[in-house]
């Protein structure tokens, strides 16, 4: 778990013991298991149309995506890679035929990565067919080799689940044995806990799942859930977007009880969906062998030398020239309010939830029918009717023992699917952290001139070319990936880390092209012709004393005759802006056909040398 | 760039007519009393540079600078200008008596002016302030009252009045229902007032508004209404720093902008130091970091020694700190750069990352720059956009990208901007359906239920006017925390031997629903509660190793315990009233327990049965048998000890124990650590060989090594309260556990 919180860490390393991560289900459940089941039949290799990657291929370059996730996130999951149709045969106790285990069930690192990259593209196929080749098939004994690769494993396993990848619908050629032995062996599995997907590919003329793979694969979570994709996956990205669905178990970061007050409470589960992920920190080493060094931290008396039992000690802080002291139960005492939960306070209208009060990143709650059964159905109802009023719930949200509590808004959020059919945001509602009045800073206002409906309509045309449709998951973080490819490069033994797109940098070519002269009639529209805004604030400008507002900076910039004269004997006229040189033309009543600044010189030049 | 501070004298009246009250209520002194208390509590805890002094008249003797020939008598300054310190606080607890003669008011207002000039001579102060807390019961001579008016406008010093009454009668009724406060019902004005005090009263308004106009009277407030807002600690107060930056579009676009922190967690300023417990000195701790091998030995190595690496999944790859730096993603420096615009209802309120909200405003006194962010901030606005932006703080700083929204207030624009997350800040969870779930799809009349309770629990309301208002106000609330915090704090520094005390009754209400909903939504609740079935589902298992672990941590005799347990499959007995004639293998638990009580077979025979259903359940290595195992066992040592049989089972154990290397059976061994079972001691059983400490050794054996392994636990000190947090959640971290139980083990052994 340690590595894993380190990774999702809070941005702020101060925030007190406070947001541990998923934290105590993980070391009772254990740890997870993957396993890999790949079909590495002929049909497999064939590449499709117009140079498509084979499913093999695509298959691999999913796996490789997972382990590299894994080795990230989640290191101490355990993954496992096995190839079933092979014609060599590889397993622990050799006792199965035509089944070829890549990778034992482990914590995945460097190497999986190396030996994976060998399976890639053209290449990877033809060392597929050297090392394994493709050979009969039998899905039973794949499935029984994997039960016992689950069995060899000496840790407690929370979470296990089989990925099967196949293009072929039907695997034993009408072989009923076969076929029945499969059935069994699966049913094994999942006696023991093992969830087992279907990862199915395209397959020419259609995959039918019902002939063969209904029976293999574990029911649905529950009766709605929409259960077996019917469509095969076509793309790598869809099928990585289904096996990273499948992938990550979802953990509870608590359960607590939700009181609606007079003793009816409901069970829910709070669970993190957003995290700022940090760097990892690092481990000390032995310089000389690289083994991990432990700190330990002692306290002792600094007179007699010797150590400090926390009972030796109390803490203290200075206030007013006095140093108070307390006893460290006594100061997680001061923290403690009530017992943790969350209490609802009332009701509020969706409005009343300011944009602007936002102190952390939002967690999410979901009925937990195993705690209080019935709590779906309350919870259920609220939603719905918040959801139908607009409403927001506000509680008071006390997370776990000795610790003060924040009122938080419940925002409802119904189930939405996305054009494939897969859940895009889940059912619950969104726990919203509200500030105190401690938490809202006093700021002074800059308060200046505004501007003009015209030059609010160029902005507009800005705005209107730059758009685009944000995305939440659009964006990498530079930082991660750097530190990660980085690390790979040492790893992997590479020459370089393979280099990082920033999407976080502004595309400024795109974005000059499609701004084209736009980005200058802005400028021209509300700078002065000698203003920098890049430069330091030179020579302060007048202040908008009165307090500004857009007509009285109008009025301000009404030129004399005498010294428009002048600028146009100077030829300075550029120097002034759209809105100056307007005003001077309506002042002297020339009709302008254009607002473009050129035009607008040009006719009142016309105008006053005549 | 700090603040002027203030420098303020309060002046309290300390004559014997504050002391009189009427029956039932808290006399004026003790009222005044509390508001000083309170004031200077939260000057103290507020730590900023302003001084106060004290001054208090109506006192038995006399001491100011101003005394002479029987001018000035009965008036003490009793400190003079000071920062306030908690020997202030002590002195003011302790030693601010009532006196027993009385001192025109007046003369003690000279007597703190003639203080503030004299203290404040060659300092600078952006205020001076006299506070004067009186009943005004005493004659006064109002021929001075021009001079010193002149003389407080000339001095510029401003005064406030603290009074036991109102200024004025229809400021009462309008100021009503200001709730708590230990306050006496403040007497009308006009009405109970004595001739001294009406009197006093006019010269109070005549000076305030002579002072500060029409706005003077606001400065004269009841005891009872300081002592409301008063016992809210001071809020932190903290000045945003100014941020100036560039937001740039494209190449060539750029406008000057200025960010603030707007809204942002605030955190406690002081953390807790570690003393040494008997000196409270904090240089006799010293705090020492040794770094070792993760061998048997646990050989110690320099820190000059070690190298950094960064797990990369199972393997450690050293990366030295230098490699790092060089290696590490660069930033070009602060910036808040636009990558395009999108519709607001695009970014979710629930994906704002970060901890903080900035207000983005245009480089002060630069109306061009002023302009072009109107103009963005407009268009923006009536387009219903947003621009996504990069924002980097500066150049060590990791960049991000969030989200810039208009906003458009009536005295000012600016945008506000919120981080948005990375693409590795989320996790695509999904959730089981719920609303076309059959199974949760409540039904018509619950619904209607439900939405009953929202309509009474609604916590906006129309006033007359038909403005909604709000009436629970999150952003007004004090953070509970620091409040409490300093309540303690208080109380420890003044009572360094008493306990702390309760939470303040009015900082537990605000965090109450309002009283109103509360009554309101009575019946609506009642009706959800009938109409939903809601029951607490029992797991029998981890009740069971909660139970365990709270007792042994409240120390409490095991026999108790095992009787609760005998109870509950007592009834479980009963309820399979089916003729159990062996132990089986679907409920060996049950079966053996009925075998026992029914006394079909003999104890041994039904240990030995039971026993060999766990050896059958041993030989499949897998945690739902494991479980399974645990309960036969934990139900063998129940039995045990109630029929008085300690022999059976602790040899059975003393096998188990020696068979767990060979047979692998160690996560068994480490659950049933968790669960502390261990052998049968006298203290439970008689016949025991074993005493209550080999008892809790014979699973030490296994604690040893782990407790070394699991150091980090020790650092963090929060043992217990990882334990109970991991209980009540009915989940278990084997370490902490571990440790846990050890820490009783030597417990026992100390007593």
């Not at chain 1, 979570?221 to 019917?230: A, C, F, T």
Request: one cysteine or more; hydrophobic letters at 35%; proline letters at 5%.
């Amino acid at each position: 778990m340690a590595e894993r919180r380190e990774y999702y860490q809070n941005e702020d390393d101060e925030v007190e013991e406070d947001e541990e991560d998923s934290g105590g289900d993980y070391k009772i459940s254990g740890r997870d298991s993957l396993v890999f089941l790949v079909d590495a039949s002929k049909e497999m290799f064939i590449k499709g149309e117009d140079g498509e990657p084979s499913n093999f291929d695509m298959t691999m370059q999913c796996v490789r995506s997972v382990y590299t996730s894994k080795i990230i996130s989640s290191d101490k999951d355990l993954v496992a890679l096995v190839f079933y149709g092979t014609e060599q045969s590889k397993n622990p106790r050799n006792s199965f035929k035509h089944v070829y285990v890549y990778h034992d069930l482990d914590s995945p690192g460097s190497q999986c990565i190396l030996d994976i990259d060998k399976l890639l593209g053209e290449k990877g196929a033809q060392f597929a067919e050297k090392t394994m080749g493709s050979g009969e098939t039998s899905l039973g004994d794949a499935l029984w080799c994997c039960s016992n690769l689950y069995s060899d494993i000496k840790l407690r396993l929370s979470h296990k689940r089989l990925m099967i990848f196949t293009c072929r619908d039907e695997h034993h050629g009408g072989d009923g044995a076969k076929d029945r032995q499969a059935r069994t062996k699966a049913a094994d599995l999942k006696e023991t806990g093992v969830v087992i997907d279907l990862m199915h590919l395209t397959k020419p003329g259609g995959f039918d799942v019902s002939l063969f793979f209904c029976d293999i694969v574990s029911p649905p979570e529950d009766e709605s859930e929409l259960g077996l994709q019917i469509e095969p996956c076509r793309k790598l990205e869809d099928l990585q977007k289904r096996v990273r669905a499948k992938e990550l178990k979802k953990r509870s970061q608590s359960r607590l009880t939700f009181s609606l007050g007079e003793g009816v409470n409901l069970a829910v589960g709070v669970y993190v969906l957003a995290r700022t992920a940090t760097k990892p920190s690092a481990v000390k080493l032995h310089r000389d062998t690289n083994e991990p060094v432990r700190t330990k931290t002692r306290y002792f008396h600094a007179h007699n030398g010797g150590i400090l039992l926390p009972n030796d000690m109390k803490r203290a802080q200075v206030y007013g020239k006095k140093q108070i002291v307390m006893e460290k139960d006594e100061v997680d005492e001061i923290k403690k309010f009530d017992d943790p939960g969350l209490v609802l306070m009332g009701f509020k209208p969706m409005d009343r939830l300011k944009l602007h009060h936002h102190i952390r990143p939002a967690l999410f709650i979901y009925p937990e029918e195993e705690q209080i059964s019935g709590s779906s159905c309350m919870f259920t109802a609220l939603l719905l009717n918040c959801s139908e009023k607009n409403l927001f719930a506000l509680c008071r949200y006390i997370p776990r023992r000795n610790t003060p509590p924040r009122f938080v808004a419940l925002v409802p959020q119904r189930e939405e699917l996305d054009q494939s059919q897969t859940q895009a945001t889940p059912p619950g509602f969104h726990v919203i952290f509200l500030p105190f009045a401690d938490d809202i800073r006093t700021v002074d206002a800059h308060v200046g001139p505004t501007a003009s409906d015209e030059q609010v309509d160029k902005m507009k045309e800005i705005v209107h070319k730059l758009r685009f449709k944000y995305k939440s998951d659009a964006f990498e973080n530079p930082v991660l990936q750097q530190h990660y490819r980085n690390l790979e490069a040492l790893a992997l033994n590479m020459l370089e880390p393979e280099p990082i797109e920033d999407l976080t940098m502004p595309k400024v070519q795109m974005m000059d092209a499609r701004l084209g002269p736009l980005a200058q009639e802005f400028k021209d529209l509300v700078y002065p012709p000698d203003y920098n805004p890049e430069g330091k604030p030179a020579a302060k400008r007048k202040t908008a004393e009165s307090g500004g507002g857009a007509a009285e900076k109008k009025a301000k910039v009404e030129m004399s005759e005498e010294e428009l004269k002048n600028h146009v004997a100077k030829c300075t006229l550029g120097k002034l802006t759209v809105p100056v040189l307007k005003d001077a033309c309506k002042q002297f009543g020339i009709r302008t056909t254009g607002t473009k600044k050129q035009e607008l010189i040009d006719a009142l030049t016309m105008h006053l040398s005549k | 760039k700090a603040r002027g501070s203030s420098a303020l004298v309060l002046c309290m009246d300390v004559g014997f007519s504050m002391s009189n009250s009427e029956p039932g209520q808290e006399p004026s002194f003790e009222q005044a009393k509390k508001v000083i208390q309170k004031f200077v509590q939260r000057q103290v805890f507020a730590e900023n540079k302003d001084e106060v002094g004290l001054v208090l008249f109506g006192t038995d003797g006399t001491k100011n600078g101003l005394a002479e020939d029987g001018q000035y008598e009965n008036i003490t300054v009793h400190r003079r200008l000071m920062m306030p310190d908690f020997e202030l606080l002590e002195e003011i607890e302790s030693k601010l008596q009532p006196g027993g003669q009385q001192a025109d008011w007046l003369d003690a207002l000279v007597v703190c002016m003639d203080l503030l000039q004299e203290e404040t001579m060659g300092k600078k102060f952006e205020r001076l302030n006299i506070v004067l807390l009186t009943d005004l019961n005493v004659q006064t001579s109002a021929d001075q009252l021009d001079v010193i008016i002149d003389s407080l406008k000339k001095a510029r010093i401003t005064l406030q009045f603290f009074l036991p009454f109102p200024v004025d009668g229809e400021d009462r009724a309008d100021g009503g229902g200001d709730g708590p406060g230990p306050s006496a019902a403040p007497v009308r004005p006009g009405k109970g007032l004595s001739r001294q005090q009406t009197q006093g009263l006019e010269m109070v308004k005549n000076i305030m508004t002579s002072l500060e106009e029409e706005d003077g009277l606001e400065e004269v407030y009841t005891f009872s209404d300081a002592l409301q807002k008063l016992s809210i600690f001071k809020r932190i107060d903290r000045r945003p720093m100014a941020w100036p930056c560039h937001l740039t579009i494209g190449s060539s676009l750029t406008i000057r902008i200025v960010g603030y922190k707007a809204v942002t967690e605030e955190k406690v300023k002081k953390s807790w130091a570690i003393v040494e417990a008997q000196s409270h000195q904090r240089d006799d701790v010293k705090r020492e970091t040794v770094y070792c091998l993760d061998d048997d030995n646990e050989t110690e190595v320099q820190k000059d020694d070690t190298i950094q690496g960064f797990r990369y999944g199972s393997d450690i790859v050293p990366f030295s700190k230098v490699d790092e730096d060089q290696m590490k993603y660069k930033s070009d420096g602060k910036c808040f750069s636009v990558l395009g615009f999108t519709k607001q209802e695009l970014i979710r309120r629930h994906q704002f990352m970060g901890s903080q909200v900035v207000k983005v405003f245009a480089a002060r006194d630069d109306e061009h720059a002023a302009v072009a962010l109107s103009a963005l901030i407009r268009a923006l606005d009536s387009l219903k956009m947003a621009a996504i932006v990069r924002y980097a703080y500066d150049r060590r700083s990791n960049p991000q990208v969030g989200a810039a929204f208009p906003c458009i207030k009536e005295k000012y624009e600016c945008l506000l901007y919120v981080q948005l997350p990375f693409m590795e800040d989320l996790r695509q969870f999904t959730f089981p359906v719920l609303e076309n779930n059959k199974k949760f799809k409540p039904s018509e009349s619950q619904l209607s239920a439900v939405d009953a309770l929202i309509d009474s629990m609604m916590l906006v309301e129309k006033d007359e006017d038909g403005e909604s208002v709000d009436v629970f106000k999150v952003n007004h609330i004090p953070n509970p925390q620091f409040q409490r915090l300093f309540q303690c704090l208080h109380h420890r520094g003044v009572n360094p031997d008493d306990p702390l005390p309760p939470v303040e009754p009015w900082l537990k209400r605000d965090l109450e629903r309002p009283q109103a909903v509360s009554a309101r939504c009575q019946t609506p609740l009642q009706d959800v509660k009938t109409k939903f079935p809601l029951k607490v589902v029992v797991k029998k298992k981890e009740q069971k190793t909660s139970a365990d672990v709270f007792g042994s941590s409240a120390d409490e005799p095991d026999a108790k315990k095992v009787k609760v347990d005998e109870e509950t499959e007592f009834n479980l007995a009963e309820i399979a009233k089916g003729n159990i004639t062996s132990v089986g293998s679907v409920n060996p638990v049950r079966d053996f327990c009925t075998l026992i009580r029914q006394k079909t077979v003999s104890f041994d025979q039904a240990c030995q049965q039971l026993t060999h259903r766990i050896e059958q359940l041993l030989g499949n290595r897998s945690p739902e048998y494991y479980m399974k195992s645990i309960a036969c066992i934990q139900a063998f040592r129940d039995q045990s000890v109630s029929s008085g049989n300690a022999e059976l089972f602790n040899s059975y154990m003393q096998s188990l124990k020696r068979s767990v290397p060979d047979r692998n059976l160690q996560e068994l061994w480490d659950l049933l650590i968790q669960d502390a079972l261990t052998l049968i001691s006298k203290d439970e059983v008689d016949g025991s060989t074993f005493s209550k400490q080999d008892a809790n050794q014979f699973l030490a054996f296994e604690q040893k090594e782990e407790v070394q392994a699991a150091p980090v636990q020790e650092d963090t000190g929060d043992v217990d309260d990882l334990v109970s947090v991991s209980c009540l959640f009915g989940c278990f971290n084997d370490k902490h556990i571990i440790y846990y139980i050890c820490e009783c083990n030597s417990d026992l052994q100390v007593y």
